[in-house]
């Protein structure tokens, strides 16, 4: 029941899947069967019976299993031992079983004499294998001519296999003169035996034109013939002919297939080409590890280059572990025999100490011994030992030459560094021409090097016609095959717009690729990206890493720019002592700016003894090399007579020298020079042409001081419209001097429309960057309420900070509101301090001064007693007033009420000031003073209010009497 399920579960087989049988051919098959077996025992009676031909053919059925017999080379063995001694097939063939080892133990001297016994009766194959004996000296000594007899002999007969040897002795020139045509007459006349392997040189022939007129398609049926007959190097050809595209269309499918089947025979070399596929995804997928195993079954045959291949994978880990002494065995081995390639590693080994110890004369031999035997490579890497002088001595001759040759044979590298010969002129005439000639076709063989330096020949115009489009492609070309450098040039392309168009994001891509491939200047580069947030965002951590990595491959730059960072605090913890460090590190390699650097911190004294002189001994290092922030540095040294004796003139020179390098800096010191006058004739004009090419870059106090100049006229036409977008551009940049200009242009309507309000934020910011003018500009917005409200305390803030600064205005601005007690405590000796220092700066505050100098305390007592004499007057004369209605009374009363203002009016000007706290005694008589002249108060209004007519004079001294009682109660009241 569950064997029926099962069976409906399974697909329905397609008609294609399925064979029917009819019952003739069953029966056909059964009587071949049955034929083969009375075929079978048939020979074996008539062998047993000692028939010599049935015993060699039942040795032979036994030892390939045919005819219905098991494969059995013992019994084979056996078989071919029952042989007569006069029979020479069947002594052959048991010399065939003891050459093999094949039923019984290998016995080459055994094979020897039976295949002689058998040649010496004429039998052919048993000549051709006794010439293979001598050919290659097995047993008996090596012997060439009695080999090629022995072939000879055979070939009359028409055997194919000594035919096919007679071919390979001419096809390599061994034992006779090499003659290719000879050798392709001979291959031809075997392959039409259809011997495979004879089929197989002879494609051989046909696919190089060897002895024949070359001829892929010929070569492709040679090769297809042998390979029908599973001749392993057959099918292996075949692949490659199906892998190139060699007179069949190009199929790596196909050719993948036909190495696997080739390899299935035990063909070393298919292994090898196997695993090239796996290796490459070939007709297959990628697939390392497999690569390396077949690479190991080909190289247990002794293949040569597999054994190359395989040190190759052991050098770089490649589908296996990584072990150079490993790879060094294999390249050893390889060159033992005599495989070129495997030379020349073996010598990159011994160069470079990969898996051995270093030992450049064995190098030097190595890459020689490669070199005469025509491999490039070698000739090449020997050409580079002698144009470094490593190893050898240094000969660019030598060099050039070795290039030459293995350039000739289309080798990248050789041809690369034969353009670089060129270009220098070194072994040769300089000829930027020839260099972009060879460089062109190390480009064309796909070398990195070779392509990215063809584009730094576009991209120079040097032996071609300039054209950075096509340098940027080149650079690109090089990037994508992994060339870091090709990849750095191609991010300095995107960073400054050379045949692409300009892009930080990109340019920090290909920088990045760079650095990870190595290469220290992009690691440098990278570090820089980081640090600005160019490209990229800014990372302060990850510049100082790039910045250390490029500092360990000696990158002097870096090393420079890690003293930045410990200066700065970026990406590392502030340290002066470090900063400095790495300057002096840098500076001693001889790096302008770090020299530059190295001077600043003496001059400054930061993480150093501060040391003018040492500052100016590292300036004129940094001068000597043309930089310019040095020069302009060394200027103000000279100019200040810091470390060197004052010298305006000097200064001059050296802000010229930096200021012709468009230092903008020094463009600005050296227009404040022809303003001022130093060290040079006072020209305004020059100095505002020097002030424009430094605003020009933005340099803010060439801004301000060219704004100056348009505000004044001085130089140049006055023109507040010119001015005002100078002092602008300056006060975004945070130069208070130009927000404070900027202000007073917004204030005025100066150069543009006035705008209180904009005007106030521009003095706000001045201000906050310490600039005096922006100080007490608004302390008087806020004191006015112009574009902000009215606040005397700020106004009086400002001003006092203006004031501390030592502007003269903001002294008296700031003494008013001492003087008048606005926006802070009254403090007229305060104010008068800061009228005489408003009065050394020019300011006139005569009045004020004598004002606030004149003794008040006489003046107090003075007008103290004419306001009693007025107050008393007022009062008696005011009682006989209300009380008669008298004229004369009247104005009397007038006249010491009117006099009593004025006396109390004139003893506030001459208060002391700070006011003293009061006596408790005094307060307290104050106090009951007070209450006395409130009952006072109180009585007379009783007496007005009860008495009859009304007593004016009554209500007047109730008057008096409640505003002494007020006075008193107020007095006592402060404290």
């Avoid at 399920?5 to 399925?18: G, H, I, K, N, W």
């Avoid at 007709?283 to 293949?303: I, T």
């Avoid at 340098?471 to 992994?482: D, H, S, V």
């Avoid at 590190?585 to 040492?614: D, I």
Wanted: glycine share 10%.
């Amino acid at each position: 029941m569950d064997e029926n399920m099962e069976l409906q579960q399974r697909e329905e087989p397609s008609a294609q899947d399925v064979v029917f049988f009819s019952p003739e051919m069953l029966k056909l098959v059964e009587d071949k069967k049955r034929r083969k077996q009375e075929q079978l025992l048939d020979c074996r009676e008539a062998a047993e019976s000692g028939d010599g031909q049935a015993q060699v053919q039942m040795g032979l059925n036994h030892l390939y299993g045919t005819s219905g017999a098991e494969k059995d080379p013992v019994k084979a063995f056996e078989w071919f031992s029952q042989t007569a001694p006069d029979d020479p097939v069947g002594l052959y063939w048991l010399a065939v079983c003891y050459n093999s080892g094949a039923g019984t133990a290998e016995d080459n001297e055994k094979a020897f004499e039976l295949f002689r016994e058998s040649a010496d009766m004429g039998y052919a194959p048993a000549q051709c294998d006794l010439g293979v004996f001598y050919e290659n000296g097995i047993v008996v000594e090596k012997d060439m001519d009695t080999a090629i007899e022995l072939y000879k002999q055979a070939a009359e007969q028409g055997y194919a296999m000594a035919k096919c040897n007679l071919g390979a002795l001419y096809y390599f020139g061994c034992g006779v003169e090499k003659n290719d045509e000879i050798a392709a007459q001979y291959f031809t006349e075997a392959a039409e035996a259809r011997l495979a392997r004879a089929q197989h040189l002879l494609g051989v022939c046909y696919e190089f034109g060897y002895g024949v007129e070359e001829n892929h398609a010929k070569a492709v049926a040679l090769y297809e013939e042998a390979g029908r007959q599973g001749y392993g190097d057959g099918l292996c050809a075949l692949g490659v002919m199906y892998h190139l595209g060699k007179g069949v269309e190009q199929d790596d499918d196909r050719a993948f297939e036909l190495f696997r089947r080739a390899a299935d025979t035990g063909l070393h070399r298919a292994w090898y080409f196997l695993g090239k596929c796996y290796d490459n995804a070939s007709g297959c997928e990628e697939n390392l590890e497999e690569a390396f195993r077949c690479y190991e079954r080909s190289a247990e045959g002794g293949a040569a280059p597999a054994l190359y291949q395989l040190g190759m994978c052991y050098t770089y880990g490649h589908g296996c572990e990584k072990n150079l002494e490993r790879a060094f065995a294999l390249f050893s081995k390889g060159a033992q025999l005599d495989h070129a390639t495997s030379i020349t590693r073996l010598g990159l080994c011994y160069e470079t100490g990969s898996g051995c110890e270093e030992d450049m004369e064995k190098a030097v031999e190595l890459y020689r011994r490669a070199a005469e035997m025509g491999d490039a490579p070698g000739a090449c890497n020997l050409g580079v030992l002698y144009r470094s002088g490593c190893g050898v001595e240094q000969s660019d001759e030598k060099a050039f030459a070795l290039f030459q040759q293995a350039a000739e044979q289309n080798w990248g590298r050789a041809q690369f560094f034969l353009g670089l010969c060129y270009e220098a002129g070194r072994g040769c005439e300089e000829d930027a021409a020839k260099a972009v000639e060879c460089y062109k076709l190390s480009a064309e063989q796909n070398y990195a090097d070779g392509i990215c330096a063809l584009g730094v020949m576009y991209h120079a115009g040097a032996g071609i016609e300039k054209d950075d489009a096509q340098a940027a492609e080149l650079f690109r070309r090089a990037a994508a095959l992994g060339l870091p450098r090709g990849a750095y040039f191609m991010g300095k392309c995107y960073d400054n717009g050379f045949g692409v168009e300009e892009n930080a994001e990109e340019a920090f891509r290909f920088f990045l690729q760079a650095a990870e491939g190595g290469y220290d200047d992009a690691m440098h580069q990278v570090g820089g990206c980081y640090y600005f947030g160019h490209g990229t965002e800014r990372d302060d951590e990850k510049a100082v890493e790039w910045f250390r990595r490029a500092a360990d491959e000696g990158v002097v730059a870096a090393i420079n720019r890690l003293g930045l960072c410990y200066e700065l605090g970026r990406g590392v913890e502030e340290d002066l002592g470090k900063a400095v460090e790495y300057y002096h590190k840098a500076a001693e390699l001889g790096f302008a700016e770090a020299q530059c650097n190295l001077g600043w911190m003496y001059r400054t004294g930061r993480g150093v003894a501060q040391s003018f002189e040492n500052a100016v001994f590292w300036y004129e290092k940094a001068v000597a090399q043309g930089w310019a922030r040095a020069q302009y540095l060394l200027g103000i040294c000279y100019a200040h007579g810091r470390g060197v004796p004052q010298s305006h003139g000097k200064a001059f020179d050296l802000y010229t020298l930096a200021a012709h390098q468009d230092f903008a800096e020094a463009q600005t010191a050296l227009g404040l020079a022809y303003e001022n006058g130093r060290g040079c004739e006072e020209d305004i004009r020059k100095a505002a042409q020097w002030y424009e090419k430094a605003a020009a870059q933005d340099e803010e106090k060439a801004l301000y001081y060219l704004a100056n100049l348009y505000f004044s006229g001085r130089g140049v036409e006055q023109d507040y419209a010119k001015a005002f977008p100078l002092y602008k551009r300056a006060a975004d940049m945070g130069h208070a001097g130009a927000q404070c200009q900027a202000g007073y242009c917004l204030e005025k309507g100066l150069g543009v429309e006035a705008d209180s309000a904009k005007a106030f934020r521009y003095y706000q910011q001045s201000a906050e960057g310490g600039d005096e003018t922006g100080c007490n500009n608004l302390g008087f917005m806020y004191e006015k309420g112009h574009g902000c409200a009215v606040d005397f305390e700020r106004a009086a803030f400002w001003f006092r900070r203006a004031a501390d600064k030592g502007m003269g205005q903001a002294c008296k601005n700031y003494a008013i509101m001492l003087e008048n007690g606005r926006g802070v405590e009254k403090n007229e000796s305060l104010a008068l301090e800061y009228y005489r220092k408003a009065a050394e700066k020019g300011i006139d505050c005569t009045e004020a001064i004598k004002r606030l100098s004149t003794d008040k305390r006489a003046s107090r007592i003075a007008y103290g007693c004419a306001a009693a004499f007025c107050i008393l007057m007022a009062f008696f004369c005011g009682i006989e007033f209300f009380d008669t209605w008298g004229s004369n009374s009247g104005v009397s009363w007038a006249f010491g009420v009117t006099g009593a203002t004025i006396c109390l009016r004139a003893m506030r000007r001459y208060q002391s000031n700070p006011r003293k706290k009061l006596h408790p005694v005094l307060r307290y008589t104050l106090l009951a003073l007070g209450v006395v002249c409130a009952l006072l108060c109180a009585a007379l209004l009783l007496v007005f209010a009860t008495e009859q007519p009304l007593d004016f004079a009554a209500l007047w001294g109730a008057v008096c009497f409640g505003a002494a009682a007020a006075a008193c109660f107020v007095g006592w009241s402060k404290k």
